[in-house]
């Protein structure tokens, strides 16, 4: 298991920590497989957590892409405008999204969401399911 990707300003001396590249490499296989990718992207960090070229090795994979943080963003803000803004960043990448949702960990706001739409996916298609949390500088 990758446990996350050294970024800049993480830690450099940690084990667990590998290479965006080294990571691409290691997950490569899943482009051959029928699989369900489950993407966590942190909202805080939106392009330092989204993994270059995500598409080497997803495919033509579907996407269920996971913003998190979301509590962290000001309370103002407008969910519905960053949810534009997420699918129209996706749309540029060129991936297979099936859906985005926003998320909190803390508040478990969003998660109910997720969960379902896995589990019916996986009911649906019989897809493996991977899930890919990239922790970029943590």
């Known amino acids: 298991m990758v446990t996350a990707v050294g970024g800049h300003g993480g830690y450099p001396g940690g084990k667990q920590f590998v290479s965006a590249e080294e990571l691409r490499e290691k997950l490569s296989y899943l482009r ?13 960090d939106f392009n330092g957590s989204f993994l270059a070229r995500i598409r080497d090795f997803a495919g033509a994979n579907p996407i269920v892409l996971v913003i998190t943080k ?15 803004w997420v ?10 999204v099936l859906s985005v949702h926003l998320t909190s960990s803390k508040s478990l706001v969003g998660i109910t969401g997720v969960i379902s739409e896995i589990q019916q996916e996986k009911k649906v298609s019989l897809l493996s399911t991977y899930c890919l949390p990239i922790c970029v500088g943590c």
């Open 32 to 44: 051959h497989e029928k699989a369900l990718i489950v993407k966590l992207v942190d909202i805080v």
């Open 87 to 96: 699918v129209e960043s996706v749309v540029r990448k060129k991936l297979n």
């Open 70 to 84: 979301v509590d962290l963003l000001p309370r103002d803000t407008d969910l519905n405008c960053i949810g534009d």
